[in-house]
């Protein structure tokens, strides 16, 4: 149970004690990760003659190019980076566990956060590319009888994000550490390839898929 909680990995000694999360001390070591990846992978990119890393990662930018054109339209080009670096950050906090250390998405403030952010992204695209009165209008389709439906969704929609990536995460390691206390050599490591590996990387397409559909039906009209 005492695994359950969010823990505090240190207290920075300013206005009587800021606490730092466990979640936010690994959200920095993946973020250190991302960045020193980022840099060794593109050092040597060049026009003629592309090496094999920069062939994948190509193949993999245009796979992604492609995937938020056809969810989002021909106003895609924007959305692209972020919905590729939330991909990244949330495939890496799941696979983190392998590891050793505790997944960020673990941590329902986490979740919630990118639930968020994911909010401010679905209906900032309505609002900027329809428009002010066009984004409220958008509440009212099909037909206005679903008006009062389509607000909630304002709520729901964040939050079925949130606890989809929370719940499927956390019961993993729920799992994973009762493994690990029956038999703690055998179980966890093949359980792990599917909870660790292949779960969270399913948990990662869902997220980043329904805030791209999401997004896109927002703005679909203005292709």
Not at 41 to 65: C, H, I, Y
Not at 145 to 170: D, K, Q
């Amino acid at each position: 149970m005492e695994e359950l909680g969010s823990h505090t990995a240190f207290t920075i000694p300013l206005f009587g004690g800021i606490p730092v999360g466990e979640s936010v001390v690994v959200s920095w070591i993946i973020m250190a990760v991302l960045m020193v990846a980022a840099l060794l992978l593109t050092r040597s990119l060049r026009v003629q003659n592309p090496g094999k890393v920069q062939v994948a990662l190509e193949s993999a930018v245009e796979f992604l190019n492609g995937f938020v054109k056809t969810n989002i339209g021909s106003h895609w080009r924007p959305f692209a980076p972020y919905l590729g670096t939330v991909a990244l950050y949330i495939a890496l906090s799941n696979l983190i566990g392998i590891f050793g250390l505790t997944p960020p998405t673990k941590d329902i403030n986490v979740t919630a956060a990118l639930a968020l952010m994911s909010m401010v992204l679905i209906y900032g695209a309505q609002f900027r590319y329809n428009g002010l009165l066009g984004g409220l209008k958008k509440f009212a389709e099909p037909m206005p009888l679903l008006l009062p439906i389509n607000l909630m969704e304002v709520a729901i929609r964040p939050l079925a994000l949130c606890m989809r990536l929370f719940g499927n995460i956390l019961g993993a390691f729920i799992i994973m550490e009762m493994l690990k206390f029956v038999a703690p050599v055998i179980f966890p490591a093949v359980f792990s390839l599917y909870f660790d590996l292949f779960d969270g990387l399913i948990q990662t397409v869902v997220f980043v898929f329904l805030t791209t559909l999401f997004t896109g039906e927002g703005i679909k009209e203005e292709e």
